[in-house]
């Protein structure tokens, strides 16, 4: 980074929260938006809203006092007038705009008391030399703190300009962009500085040739990287596992159900790779409620019953201790010990379920990231189980991975993920996993109900909830989501709580959320298990995983302001047993036309993909289904939903790059991926 003139230690680590570590990066820091300062607006045509540069000889400058201090400086330019109004400002600033002086000044017009005015606008003043305008469109970069606008601008440029010195190689072979994009050189330098005329919609969509080149780039960057990493894998050693002491079978044996077909499927695969010798690297893809966990744990069992140690890790405490408890239900009986290592166990229980996972004593061990936190060392670790993966990282993900590797061998990798992505992006997105996928439910469920329900109706909604009680079943109550904090949404659940348990005396109502110590927690969700609880209030910590078979009815408050999967998931917590099950969305009017159909697609849709198929074409600014459930979240300049059409072409052109010029591949990779290391070692 000190190849850039003035890049000081200070600065360079600020860049770095850019993604910035190399003079190369800073080309691919791109731009939020664009200002046009080409050309000057006439006074007499602004319009309120407008961005704009224009410019004006100054009237009258005066200080008032209207609430609060301020200066007020009209300029005139022949067409109209327009105020600049300024509440800070200087004794200087107020002499430099005496009257007469010309100024040229960029900023947002917006309608005052005195008629259209910009506050605080960037000026200067103009002298008797010609000033000229930008001959481009200006770039708005991202900012980071302690890195200015102008600064990161002026950097960029520089940048741009070895560029123009020594362009960076041409990595993708003629014929592998799909339709007329330019080349790499072409794309950085218009999405830099975008001429005068270019169609700032498109731009502002990221649908511009330009863009399109650098997206797919990019999504080729990643699928390589994950490829390549896939391949490296293969070439590694694991422990093949045959389970000598038959401990899988016993655990299926011992099971109230048999597996389903799809279930059955799927751990045939399972089965195979873990007889191989080299490491298992499979997502185990299935819609909420579809028995990915007994699959897991029949994994697990294979890796008891061969000598190694199998570890499952969970996104949340409430979802790891569930496992727990299942686990040590399912195989304590069959002699098989169970270990929980989670975040906030008291130090004594940690301290010796560390021991017994060091010293090999316990052969199951479920948790939270703790699992694979410094000072867990396990001494076999064969199998590694991440429930829910798309609450982790991919790089969490590829770290625990890392942490299994001991004495030459890798730990098998199972990854399991109720997030049901459309094939096309599953592949590019786990391109490094092989893929199972569990379609069917088990059977004797009937679809949940679902009704979409008025705020002021709130009263029947609790009526249905004594109701169902009465009857001997359980209920939910997901709390209102408030973005502010896990605080305040702590606040708001024991709000309701309260109000409810007041409203409901005959009921017993507990209470769970982010915030409360561990212990408590895991009494509540016991409780509540055991039916000693029947109305159990939550916020959304409950989304995943949680299973309560005798819980049929489930209340969302606030649902218009969640995304479909997550009212998928939490919906996925009823409808688990035989009996019929529903879900109340409780929202507040008015109902924006985006919420309104979304609303409308999970009242009448209960299939995972299918949701997940509209919710791609409904997306709006914000919604779930991308990146943040994939977990390739750091994309900078591609989207995976938006540009999802590039998808095909994007794995057709990696098998032919790995296949014909490999040693592009890991360039490629490396020009996008570089110093993060976010895919571990990739080659
Ligand atoms: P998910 O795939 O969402 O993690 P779970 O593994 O929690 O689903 O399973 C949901 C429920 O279905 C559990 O109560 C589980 O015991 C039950 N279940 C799983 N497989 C079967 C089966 N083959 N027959 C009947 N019930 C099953
Ligand atoms: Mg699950």
């Known amino acids: 980074m000190t190849a850039l003139r003035g890049v000081g230690a200070a600065l360079a680590e600020r860049l770095a929260r850019l993604g910035v570590y190399r003079v190369a990066d800073l080309l691919f820091v791109l731009p939020l938006r664009y200002e046009d300062r080409t050309r000057l607006s006439a006074l007499g045509s602004l319009a309120s809203g407008q961005r704009t540069a224009v410019e004006g000889e100054v009237q009258l400058t005066e200080v008032t006092y209207r609430g609060r201090r301020q200066l007020l400086c009209r300029i005139a330019d022949g067409s109209g007038m327009l105020t600049l109004r300024f509440f800070y400002f200087s004794q200087s600033q107020q002499t430099n705009l005496a009257r007469g002086t010309r100024l040229r000044c960029f900023g947002e017009v917006r309608r005052g008391p005195l008629g259209l005015e910009m506050v605080h606008p960037e000026y200067r003043r103009l002298g008797t030399l010609p000033a000229p305008l930008e001959e481009t469109l200006t770039p708005i970069y991202p900012l980071t703190e302690g890195v200015p606008q102008g600064r990161l601008r002026a950097l960029i440029a520089e ?56 997206a797919f780039e990019e999504l080729l960057a990643h699928h390589l990287a994950l490829k390549l990493r ?33 279930q059955a499927g799927a751990r045939a695969d399972v089965e195979r790779d873990l007889a191989a010798a080299t490491p298992m690297a499979r997502l185990l893809q299935g819609d909420v409620g579809c028995g990915k966990t007994v699959v897991a744990a029949a994994a697990a069992a294979r890796a008891a019953g061969s000598g190694v ?12 201790e569930q496992h727990w408890r299942n686990f040590r239900a399912w195989f304590q009986p069959l002699g098989e010990p169970v270990a929980l290592l989670s975040g906030s166990q008291p130090a004594r229980t940690r301290d010796s379920a560390r021991r017994a996972i060091a010293t090999g004593e316990v052969r199951l061990a ?8 410094e000072g867990i060392e396990f001494a076999r670790l064969g199998l590694v189980i991440v429930d829910e993966q798309h609450r982790f990282g991919v790089q969490q993900r590829l770290r625990l991975q890392e942490k299994g590797q001991r004495g030459g061998r890798a730990p098998h990798q199972l990854i399991m993920t109720a997030t049901p992505i459309p094939r096309t992006l599953a592949m590019t997105a786990y391109a490094d996993l092989d893929i199972s996928v569990i379609d069917a439910l088990p059977p004797g469920r009937t679809p949940v109900q679902t009704v979409v329900v008025p705020e002021p109706r709130r009263a029947e909604v609790v009526q249905r909830v004594v109701q169902s009680c009465r009857d001997g079943r359980q209920a939910y109550w997901v709390c209102p989501l ?49 039916g000693r609880i029947q109305l159990l209030v939550a916020t959304t910590v409950i989304e995943v995983g949680v299973d309560v078979p005798n819980a049929t009815l489930m209340v969302i408050e606030n649902a218009e302001r969640m995304g479909l999967a997550q009212l998928h998931q939490l919906r996925g917590r009823v409808g688990r047993g035989v009996g019929l099950s529903s879900c109340v969305l409780l929202y507040r009017a008015p109902l924006a036309p985006l919420a309104r159909e979304r609303l409308r697609v999970i009242r009448d849709c209960g299939d995972g993909f299918e949701i997940a198929r509209r919710d791609l074409a409904l997306r709006g600014p914000g919604e779930l289904l991308g990146t943040r459930q994939t977990g390739l979240a750091q994309l900078k300049v591609a989207d995976l939903v938006r540009d999802a059409d590039l998808l095909p072409a994007v794995q057709s052109s990696a098998e032919r790059l790995l296949a014909h010029e490999p040693h592009k591949a890991a360039a490629l990779s490396a020009r996008w991926i570089g110093g993060a290391e976010r895919y571990g070692r990739v080659g």
């Open 159 to 214: 940048a741009l300009r070895e560029l123009e010195r020594d362009p960076p190689e041409e990595l993708m072979p003629e014929g592998l962009v799909p339709g007329a994009l330019p080349s790499l050189s072409e794309a950085l330098r218009y999405l830099h500085h975008p001429p005068r005329d270019a169609q700032l919609e498109e731009l502002a969509a990221g649908r511009h040739p330009a863009q399109r080149r650098l």
């Open 230 to 262: 896939r391949r490296s894998l293969r070439t590694e050693a694991a422990w093949p596992l045959h389970d000598a002491a038959q401990l899988a079978p016993r655990f299926l044996a011992a099971l109230p159900f048999a597996l389903t077909a799809a």
């Open 309 to 320: 140690q199998a570890a499952l890790m969970a996104p949340t405490e409430l979802l790891a």
């Open 366 to 373: 479920i948790g939270t990231q703790a699992l694979f936190q």
């Open 482 to 530: 408030i973005d502010e904090s896990e605080e305040l949404r702590a606040q708001a659940a024991e709000e309701t709580a309260a109000r409810l348990k007041e409203a409901l005396p005959a009921l017993q109502v507990g209470l769970v959320h982010g915030r409360m110590p561990a212990r408590a927690k895991d009494a509540a969700m016991l409780a509540f298990q055991a």
